[in-house]
Structures are given as structure tokens and as C-alpha cells.
């Protein structure tokens, strides 16, 4: 979806649109410009654009050349683009994992990022060419301890019992496994370096997960794969945690340069 297909929401906030305009435009024109300039081709109030443009110098957003009174993009931009970079360079360099896992196994193979608020949301998958099969959507979003994926991320969150208790109580499965074997299932994801979940989160649906870790040993990302619970065999599951687990893995030595600790 481009942005003119985006809704727009309820409520515009005109000086950060202008903000933005005044970067996508420095970003396209030749050289350093002056404030007059760009107030003009913008349309902006000269008095707003010089306000605007002083505030990014502040933030390091744009750079101020003091004898020609002209401005240009700053490396501060940067420091932004860095997440959102490594996150796709990230995905890029899982995506040969994820399509391996669906050539073997016949599932959906995704990789799911942490975000805030305790959530995790879709960023890459591969999908088998089977008639039916599980489709989820890039950008899906779900809570952080749910499902496969929750119990790994759980397992390696740093969190007491007690603050996984509370976490728990918020989740909506459809079938609950109950806190008590769910915090077994924790502790369990936390030895074996994978989580299962079989129709619990989903009826009917299995998920094999395994966490990404960063430097600190803390999880920032997760390979899970979904399939029809009727597919598998006990040895078949087995055999595609511990894949998905190795993989998650190799990904953690990448990422984290080999510091992290992993499950064993």
C-alpha cells in the first residue's frame, strides 16, 4: 500500500507533516539550501519553515552552515533508519532458513519481531504451494507470550514467575493450557531452546517456535512455523523443533556476534 492508499487519520498534526515535508525535500534537492527556498517551493510560512528547520538542527536531523545560511540533511537521520535497516537486512538474511523449513516440513515459516508494548509483529514468511495451507499477513501483530512463540519468548524475557502469572492472565487462547502448565512449558522452552504449542493458542493448529536472542541473551526476535496439528507425528514434531531451533540459533551467533547465552 502506497501512502496515497493509506487513510488518513482523524486528526493531522500540521507541524509534523511539514516537518517531514521539509526532510523528503532536502532529501531530493541538489545541494544546500536556504530557508527562503524551501519555505517558498513548500509553501510553508517563512517564519514556520526557519522554526522547523532550527528545531531538526537541534535534533541533529539537519546540518546548519553558518556562513552560507543554507541547511542539508544530517547524519542524524541515520540513527532513525538504523532499526528499521537492520530489521530488513535481518529478515533478508532469515528468509533462506524460513523457505528450507517449508520445503521440508510443508508449513507456514515466519519470523516475528519484538516490538513495544510486548508484541511482536510479522515481519517476513514463506509459505508451502500446498492447496490449504495457514496464511498470515506481513504486519500481523500479536502479544509477545502467546502461543509457541510467547513460551520461548517467555522463557528467555528475564520475567519472575510472578510477572508471567500477570502476563498470562491477559492472553486469550482457545483453549488455555492453564498457568501452571504453562510456566512447566516455560521452563521447558528454556532447556529445549524451542516451544510447541498444539492447538492450544489456535484449535486444530500446531507452532513450533524458537527465539532470537540478542548480546544480552534476551529475545528480539522468533522463527515459528504453523501447520495443520493432523500433519504431524510425534517424531516429525521432534525432528522440526529441533531444526527451527538450530536455526533460530545460528541466527543468535549472527546478530549477537556469539556473546549471547542459549538454551542447551
Known sequence: MNKSELPPPEKLVGALSNGLSVLRYLSKVNGRVGVTRVARDLDIHSSTCFNLLRTMVHERLVSFDTESKTYALALGL?????GALEQASYARMVHADLEALVKA????????????????????RAESSAAIRVH??????????????????????GLSRAQLKKRY??????????????????????????????GRYVKGVTTVSA?????HGLPIMAISTIGFSAQF??????????????????????ISGGVATLSR
Open 105 to 124: 516440513y510443508r508449513v507456514t515459516a515466519t519470523l516475528w519481531q519484538r516490538v513495544e508494548g510486548e508484541r511482536v509483529v510479522l515481519v517476513d
Open 78 to 82: 541515520v540513527e532513525l533508519a538504523k
Open 169 to 198: 492472565a491477559a492472553l486469550r487462547w482457545e483453549e488455555a493450557p492453564g498457568i501452571d502448565q504453562f510456566l512447566e512449558e516455560v521452563d521447558r522452552a528454556r532447556t529445549d531452546g524451542y516451544a510447541i504449542d498444539c
Open 136 to 157: 498470515m499477513s506481513i504486519g500481523q501483530r500479536l502479544p509477545m507470550f502467546i502461543g509457541a512463540l510467547g513460551r520461548c519468548m517467555a522463557a528467555n524475557s
Open 211 to 215: 527465539a532470537v536472542l540478542d548480546a
Open 233 to 254: 507425528n510425534d517424531q516429525q514434531l521432534l525432528t522440526l523443533a529441533c531444526d527451527v531451533r538450530d536455526r533460530a540459533r545460528t541466527v543468535t551467533r549472527a
